[in-house]
């Protein structure tokens, strides 16, 4: 198979078409799979960070519309749907907790092994944020507590003397539970209140972007090495793309395949940004400095220069 870095440009009426450029060495293909492969990765795992995301915000969204006492619940009927949907969209979100852990440990253990430095570091990340944060080791119980008990919110607080109502997850039905981990009931019985969904929430929310920022980047190296050497194919008039073809007969007739593996590039770029870096850099012996910095913001021309990253 013989290989073109090739770009996808506007022509004169404003049509697609594609212009071949210099032929691609099977090593330096090679090279553009991987890193293709690396960077694609990341994205599938931020793309389960934006659905927990989603997750979340549905159900947040969804209690500061009916807190609102201009929200009408004229009846004790309409009362049950609206803890039903509370309820509904809470599960929704920590099943989708539950699938963001999962999916990062099961890929990074498949990809690296299981005897790996970066599962080591992707265990170690959620063990401490276990140990730390009430909130997670809760909502990382709380699935088991819904699927073998019963669901979380029991209480609706509607009283016309509060500004606004409240849901909450009483002490008193977690504790009934038997299933419930010691380290979890002994967070439960030191709480002096019940818990007030949206606060909860509030903090949750935070978490997760401090966790997948710490546990997206493990690999952040490879990340930053893949994304500064495909970016350097981009060019301004055109999107790359590489063009494949089996011999000069098919490519005379216009038979080629087009794979566009360099559509992962943007949504990197895209995906670090979200997670509020502003520039980014890794360094490892041997294999050197690399950087993601769109807005020039880490290192001035000369040190660019003296560190060969310009």
Not at 164 to 169: A, L
Not at 270 to 278: D, E
């Amino acid at each position: 198979m013989t290989y073109h870095i090739s770009y996808i440009t506007k022509s004169a009426n404003n049509e697609n078409e594609i212009k071949m450029n210099e032929k691609l060495l099977k090593k330096d293909f090679d090279v553009i799979y991987d890193c293709s492969q690396i960077i694609g990765k990341f994205n599938v795992f931020c793309d389960y960070y934006y659905m927990l995301e989603n997750a979340i915000n549905d159900l947040f969204n969804f209690i500061e519309k009916v807190e609102n006492r201009e929200y009408k619940l004229v009846n004790q009927l309409q009362k049950h749907f609206v803890v039903t949907e509370v309820n509904r969209l809470f599960m929704n979100y920590i099943n989708m907790f539950n699938n963001y852990l999962t999916y990062y440990e099961v890929d990074i253990k498949d990809f690296f092994g299981e005897t790996s430095d970066e599962y080591t570091k992707v265990k170690k990340i959620q063990s401490n944020f276990f140990d730390n944060y009430f909130e997670y080791r809760f909502i990382y119980h709380l699935r088991h507590y819904t699927d073998h008990y019963k669901i979380p919110i029991t209480s609706m607080q509607d009283n016309m003397e509060n500004s606004v109502r409240k849901f909450y997850i009483t002490r008193e039905s977690l504790l009934k539970w038997n299933g419930l981990k010691k380290i979890v009931k002994d967070d439960i019985k030191a709480l002096t209140s019940d818990i007030d969904v949206k606060n909860i929430l509030i903090k949750c929310k935070k978490m997760h972007l401090e966790m997948h920022k710490k546990v997206s980047l493990i690999d952040e190296h490879n990340i930053l090495f893949s994304y500064n050497y495909m970016k350097k194919y981009f060019k301004k008039d055109g999107f790359p793309c590489i063009v494949g073809y089996k011999n000069e007969e098919e490519k005379k007739n216009g038979k080629f395949e087009i794979k566009t593996i360099f559509d992962e590039v943007p949504l990197v770029d895209y995906n670090i940004k979200k997670m509020g870096f502003g520039s980014l850099a890794s360094y490892k012996k041997g294999q050197g400095f690399f950087v993601y910095d769109p807005y020039n913001l880490m290192f001035t021309k000369e040190e660019k220069e003296k560190l060969g990253i310009g």
